[in-house]
């Protein structure tokens, strides 16, 4: 029979491999306890002896390729007929109440030998033990609480057999309690009025991520399920219709004792309902906390990797912002024009296409900006391709598409991607491909455009621009004071490698090429 | 690093019997050979963890065989197999390393965490030193209940480091208390060597300090080991007072068997050393035992070792309502209510 060896936690912790060396090939006749391979972890680098007699048959790792904890690295044949057919994993026939975000590991053949003392294992067989009795023969469901949720269910007359739980596996959390205590009734929360972006001058299809704006959940199979399990299925789509509680928020009855513990009361009942989908959303969406409790979410998906790399940007590169006030009287004059004209096509252009044009000029002068840094190896990479990153707010928080090869682009082909790209990643439906490979980054505040925000850079870019509104101003020309067309730009650049008046320059160009558009014209 | 042996203090070696010197020679290969088999399990995940005393072999059976019965033990990390010279079962000993049904401690204690009450082998945490107060306390304990006892707390070279070892010292020495303080001196706190965690390397001075008798020994010589051991014991067991016993030794192998001691050490030296100082070569050089017969009375442990080993491994693991028992001596409600979920299943 064919025994594979799957690959142990062989430190306290360790998820993967290094294949060091092999002592054994295909073919090799091995001893019980002989030396098979050298594996290396981030701990130490061991020998592992083979648990099994036999023929090695197969080797699944080249050296130097890196094994996870919980796959198989060689099979031997043991000899002898197949035993009785392996158990299927335990985890496998957990029914779906099983959270995903914990997998069971995948199990080529259960034998006596499995490493079921390595943490891996052992968690996932407590999982698969737990997740069985949850459709133990009798039909009786298998009740998950803390001590002091027993306590509370106890004193509130409630009987947990009764209580669907929504914490993780099922457990039956404090609020759970609560709510059936209540007559079974669902709190919920109202989230704020969504804000509907107004059209105004800019009209541009991108927002920053400093603006708020009311979020709605995005679909989670987890949520679903929590949902159904309560019989109170919906659709979690775009746009959900939020049940109102029947009765505002009951007062809490009693004042736990001191000494109890109240962690429960870290997960108020409206995150408990929509959890996955209030980790995503910013801070200002979240449920106002009921009074003298906070309101705790984890931070992840979409906003974890907003937030590394905010935080990755901000604290390698070396911010600095310029910031100048142009005079787009005769900008938005030509686009009136042109769209205009365009009407007839059913098309409109926003400013962006006019601003990404002004910077393909403007990198062309100044190549040193249309660049990435590479920290790792100490490299400034200057490119040739303008490819322009816009950022564009979803429900999820900000993302950045990116338009290809800008200068060679016309404006009309430049707005219709522009759209179609920020639909995409609005609808999550955005490729690898469309999310990276940008050079530089312009993010247009639009409707909220404000006077002045710092940008943050779209690391390992080294420049972004920050459009802000356009608006109607009084200003001198000559020598009198009329009304124009104004609006900031501000760009911030890391100083590491843009000096300060090369960002001037930059900037100054930029503003030039939108002043006057014609000499845009002339110079694409 | 050079490590003395010609440093530790001479012992006269008791009039050992052959008989028990060979036995203690049998115990230390019997040892060595659970620690091999150990370590190959872990390294093919089938048990969690080990932590070997490969080389220290001398240290924890020459105490083993110098202590009576009733006399309580402290261990470290490195000391498990004096349960198995007092009596203990083989086969529940290495059910604690699977975490299996057999396993005394019901799978809730880090496998090599060997204890058990009923061989007066203390529960230990891998914390570095917290024994060593307690075998103090426990000494205190005993004379004032005037029990006839000897509490030994064990320790490595790291833990003469830390606070808990002033604590023991401290109260060691004011109380005079029925105990002997054995520090197994392997040289390394896992990757720090002796002489970066303590400039005191000759670690039996430290006793000094604190009032307490301080002797170092050759760790490699199983006579001296059991025969400063039994001074040491007899001197606490007559009112004598504590004794601060440092066995000076070498960790042969890795800390545990997450550490991998070629990144911070010369291994050749470990090699050469081992190659001088195994002290189970030197116990067959001494004419404890024959090695020929030392080897059959192996290849018999090695079929004992396979039949426990295929035994243990196959058995379940503890029983889910076993984790709701042993804390409280009259069970309250509410694990009595989760008992009874628990109890229609496993």
Same mark, same amino acid.
């Given at each position: 029979m064919a025994y594979q060896f799957i690959l142990p936690d062989i430190g306290e912790g360790v998820v993967e491999g290094e294949v060091v060396r092999w002592h054994v090939k295909p073919g090799d006749v091995v001893k019980e306890d002989q030396t098979l391979v050298e594996i290396m972890t981030d701990k130490a680098t061991v020998q592992i002896p083979s648990p099994k007699a036999g023929k090695v048959s197969k080797l699944f790792f080249k050296e130097g390729e890196v094994a996870k904890v919980g796959k198989a690295i060689i099979e031997i044949d043991t000899g002898g007929e197949a035993s009785a057919p392996a158990p299927a994993p335990a985890a496998e026939k957990a029914p779906s109440r099983a959270p995903d975000s914990t997998p069971p590991p995948q199990r080529v053949e259960v034998s006596r030998t499995e490493p079921r003392a390595s943490f891996e294992a052992t968690s996932t067989q407590a999982v698969a033990q737990g997740s069985n009795a949850l459709v133990a023969s009798t039909g009786e469901r298998e009740i998950l609480a803390t001590p002091a949720v027993r306590k509370l269910a106890r004193d509130e007359g409630v009987e947990l057999q009764k209580v669907a739980g929504t914490g993780p596996f099922g457990r039956i959390t404090r609020e759970d309690v609560l709510r059936q205590a209540q007559g079974g009734q669902v709190i919920s929360f109202t989230p704020p009025p969504q804000a509907k972006a107004q059209t105004t001058q800019t009209e541009a299809p991108v927002r920053e991520n400093v603006q708020a704006r009311t979020q709605e959940p995005r679909r989670e199979d987890r949520q679903d399920h929590r949902q159904e399990s309560r019989g109170n299925s919906r659709d979690f789509g775009r746009e959900p219709v939020r049940e109102e509680p029947r009765?505002? /928020? /009951?007062?809490?009855r009693e004042e736990p004792r001191r000494d109890e513990p109240r962690r429960d009361e870290m997960r108020p009942a409206a995150q408990q309902q929509s959890q996955p989908a209030q980790a995503q959303q910013q801070s200002s969406q979240l449920p106002p906390p009921r009074p003298g409790q906070e309101t705790r979410v984890q931070i992840r998906g979409l906003r974890k990797r907003i937030s590394e790399k905010m935080h990755q940007s901000k604290s390698t590169a070396a911010h600095f912002t310029y910031v100048d006030e142009f005079d787009l009287t005769d900008l938005v004059k030509l686009r009136e024009q042109v769209n205009g004209k365009l009407a007839a096509q059913k098309i409109k252009l926003n400013f962006l296409p006019f601003i990404m044009k002004a910077c393909v000029v403007a990198l062309r002068k100044f190549p040193a900006i249309n660049a990435l840094v590479d920290d790792a190896r100490g490299e400034y990479v200057m490119k040739s391709d303008i490819n322009i990153g816009i950022a564009v707010q979803t429900d999820d928080g900000l993302m950045v598409p990116v338009v290809r090869n800008v200068d060679q682009k016309s404006m009309v082909q430049l707005q219709r991607e522009i759209e179609t790209l920020s639909e995409k990643v609005r609808r999550r439906q955005a490729t690898q491909q469309e999310l990276t490979g940008g050079s530089f980054t312009i993010t247009s505040l639009g409707a909220l455009g404000g006077m002045l925000a710092t940008p943050v850079i779209?690391?390992?870019?080294v420049a972004i621009l920050g459009v802000h509104a356009i608006k109607k101003k009084p200003a001198v020309v000559g020598e009198q004071v009329v009304i124009r067309d104004l609006g900031n730009f501000a760009a911030s650049f890391d100083h590491r490698l843009i000096d300060g008046y090369i960002g001037a320059q930059f900037i100054a160009e930029v503003k030039r090429l939108l002043e006057d558009p014609t000499t845009l014209f002339l110079e694409l | 690093m050079a490590v003395k042996r010609a440093a530790a203090k001479k012992i006269a070696k008791s009039d050992l019997p052959r008989e028990t010197f060979a036995q203690m020679t049998i115990e230390m290969a019997r040892l060595r050979r659970i620690d091999e088999r150990l370590i190959n399990l872990q390294r093919q995940g089938r048990v969690g963890f080990h932590g070997s005393a490969l080389g220290e072999e001398a240290c924890v059976i020459g105490c083993a065989f110098a202590l009576e019965p009733r006399d309580w033990v402290f261990p470290? =990390?490195?000391? +498990?197999?004096i349960m198995l010279h007092r009596g203990f079962s083989l086969e529940t000993y290495l059910a604690q390393s699977f975490g299996c049904a057999a396993d005394e401690l019901k799978g809730r204690q880090m496998p090599a965490h060997f204890s058990s009450r009923s061989v007066n082998q203390v529960s230990w945490s891998s914390?570095? +030193?917290?024994?060593i107060p307690q075998a103090v306390g426990a000494a205190f304990a005993a004379r004032y209940r005037g029990d006839d006892v000897v509490c030994v707390g064990f320790m490595g070279d790291g833990a003469t480091s830390e606070a808990d070892f002033h604590y023991a010292m401290t109260f060691a020495g004011v109380w005079k208390v029925p105990c002997v303080l054995v520090c197994q001196n392997n040289q390394w706190a896992i990757s720090e060597p002796l002489e970066r965690q303590t400039? @005191? !390397?000759? =670690?039996? $001075? $430290?006793a000094q300090a604190y009032g307490v008798e301080g002797v170092r020994c050759d760790g490699q010589d199983v006579e001296a080991v059991h025969a400063t051991m039994r001074r040491a014991a007899d001197k606490a067991r007559s009112g004598g007072g504590a004794t601060f016993v440092e066995l000076l030794t070498f960790r042969v192998g890795p800390h545990s068997t997450s550490d991998d001691p070629s990144v911070y050490r010369d291994e050749a030296f470990t090699k050469k050393w081992f190659a001088e100082n195994d002290p189970i070569a030197r116990a067959i050089a001494a004419g404890a035992i024959e090695a020929a017969a030392l080897a059959d009375e192996m290849a018999r442990f090695d079929k004992e070792l396979d039949r426990v080993f295929a035994k243990v491994e196959a058995m379940e693991l503890p %029983?889910? %309502? !076993?984790? =709701?028992?042993? @804390?409280?001596a009259k069970m309250p409600w509410s694990l009595r209510e989760q008992q009874a979920e628990l109890s229609p299943k496993r």
């Amino acid at each position: 029979m064919a025994y594979q060896f799957i690959l142990p936690d062989i430190g306290e912790g360790v998820v993967e491999g290094e294949v060091v060396r092999w002592h054994v090939k295909p073919g090799d006749v091995v001893k019980e306890d002989q030396t098979l391979v050298e594996i290396m972890t981030d701990k130490a680098t061991v020998q592992i002896p083979s648990p099994k007699a036999g023929k090695v048959s197969k080797l699944f790792f080249k050296e130097g390729e890196v094994a996870k904890v919980g796959k198989a690295i060689i099979e031997i044949d043991t000899g002898g007929e197949a035993s009785a057919p392996a158990p299927a994993p335990a985890a496998e026939k957990a029914p779906s109440r099983a959270p995903d975000s914990t997998p069971p590991p995948q199990r080529v053949e259960v034998s006596r030998t499995e490493p079921r003392a390595s943490f891996e294992a052992t968690s996932t067989q407590a999982v698969a033990q737990g997740s069985n009795a949850l459709v133990a023969s009798t039909g009786e469901r298998e009740i998950l609480a803390t001590p002091a949720v027993r306590k509370l269910a106890r004193d509130e007359g409630v009987e947990l057999q009764k209580v669907a739980g929504t914490g993780p596996f099922g457990r039956i959390t404090r609020e759970d309690v609560l709510r059936q205590a209540q007559g079974g009734q669902v709190i919920s929360f109202t989230p704020p009025p969504q804000a509907k972006a107004q059209t105004t001058q800019t009209e541009a299809p991108v927002r920053e991520n400093v603006q708020a704006r009311t979020q709605e959940p995005r679909r989670e199979d987890r949520q679903d399920h929590r949902q159904e399990s309560r019989g109170n299925s919906r659709d979690f789509g775009r746009e959900p219709v939020r049940e109102e509680p029947r009765d505002p /928020p /009951p007062p809490r009855r009693e004042e736990p004792r001191r000494d109890e513990p109240r962690r429960d009361e870290m997960r108020p009942a409206a995150q408990q309902q929509s959890q996955p989908a209030q980790a995503q959303q910013q801070s200002s969406q979240l449920p106002p906390p009921r009074p003298g409790q906070e309101t705790r979410v984890q931070i992840r998906g979409l906003r974890k990797r907003i937030s590394e790399k905010m935080h990755q940007s901000k604290s390698t590169a070396a911010h600095f912002t310029y910031v100048d006030e142009f005079d787009l009287t005769d900008l938005v004059k030509l686009r009136e024009q042109v769209n205009g004209k365009l009407a007839a096509q059913k098309i409109k252009l926003n400013f962006l296409p006019f601003i990404m044009k002004a910077c393909v000029v403007a990198l062309r002068k100044f190549p040193a900006i249309n660049a990435l840094v590479d920290d790792a190896r100490g490299e400034y990479v200057m490119k040739s391709d303008i490819n322009i990153g816009i950022a564009v707010q979803t429900d999820d928080g900000l993302m950045v598409p990116v338009v290809r090869n800008v200068d060679q682009k016309s404006m009309v082909q430049l707005q219709r991607e522009i759209e179609t790209l920020s639909e995409k990643v609005r609808r999550r439906q955005a490729t690898q491909q469309e999310l990276t490979g940008g050079s530089f980054t312009i993010t247009s505040l639009g409707a909220l455009g404000g006077m002045l925000a710092t940008p943050v850079i779209n690391y390992p870019e080294v420049a972004i621009l920050g459009v802000h509104a356009i608006k109607k101003k009084p200003a001198v020309v000559g020598e009198q004071v009329v009304i124009r067309d104004l609006g900031n730009f501000a760009a911030s650049f890391d100083h590491r490698l843009i000096d300060g008046y090369i960002g001037a320059q930059f900037i100054a160009e930029v503003k030039r090429l939108l002043e006057d558009p014609t000499t845009l014209f002339l110079e694409l | 690093m050079a490590v003395k042996r010609a440093a530790a203090k001479k012992i006269a070696k008791s009039d050992l019997p052959r008989e028990t010197f060979a036995q203690m020679t049998i115990e230390m290969a019997r040892l060595r050979r659970i620690d091999e088999r150990l370590i190959n399990l872990q390294r093919q995940g089938r048990v969690g963890f080990h932590g070997s005393a490969l080389g220290e072999e001398a240290c924890v059976i020459g105490c083993a065989f110098a202590l009576e019965p009733r006399d309580w033990v402290f261990p470290a =990390l490195r000391q +498990g197999a004096i349960m198995l010279h007092r009596g203990f079962s083989l086969e529940t000993y290495l059910a604690q390393s699977f975490g299996c049904a057999a396993d005394e401690l019901k799978g809730r204690q880090m496998p090599a965490h060997f204890s058990s009450r009923s061989v007066n082998q203390v529960s230990w945490s891998s914390c570095i +030193g917290n024994q060593i107060p307690q075998a103090v306390g426990a000494a205190f304990a005993a004379r004032y209940r005037g029990d006839d006892v000897v509490c030994v707390g064990f320790m490595g070279d790291g833990a003469t480091s830390e606070a808990d070892f002033h604590y023991a010292m401290t109260f060691a020495g004011v109380w005079k208390v029925p105990c002997v303080l054995v520090c197994q001196n392997n040289q390394w706190a896992i990757s720090e060597p002796l002489e970066r965690q303590t400039v @005191v !390397t000759e =670690l039996w $001075k $430290k006793a000094q300090a604190y009032g307490v008798e301080g002797v170092r020994c050759d760790g490699q010589d199983v006579e001296a080991v059991h025969a400063t051991m039994r001074r040491a014991a007899d001197k606490a067991r007559s009112g004598g007072g504590a004794t601060f016993v440092e066995l000076l030794t070498f960790r042969v192998g890795p800390h545990s068997t997450s550490d991998d001691p070629s990144v911070y050490r010369d291994e050749a030296f470990t090699k050469k050393w081992f190659a001088e100082n195994d002290p189970i070569a030197r116990a067959i050089a001494a004419g404890a035992i024959e090695a020929a017969a030392l080897a059959d009375e192996m290849a018999r442990f090695d079929k004992e070792l396979d039949r426990v080993f295929a035994k243990v491994e196959a058995m379940e693991l503890p %029983s889910r %309502s !076993t984790m =709701l028992e042993d @804390v409280y001596a009259k069970m309250p409600w509410s694990l009595r209510e989760q008992q009874a979920e628990l109890s229609p299943k496993r």
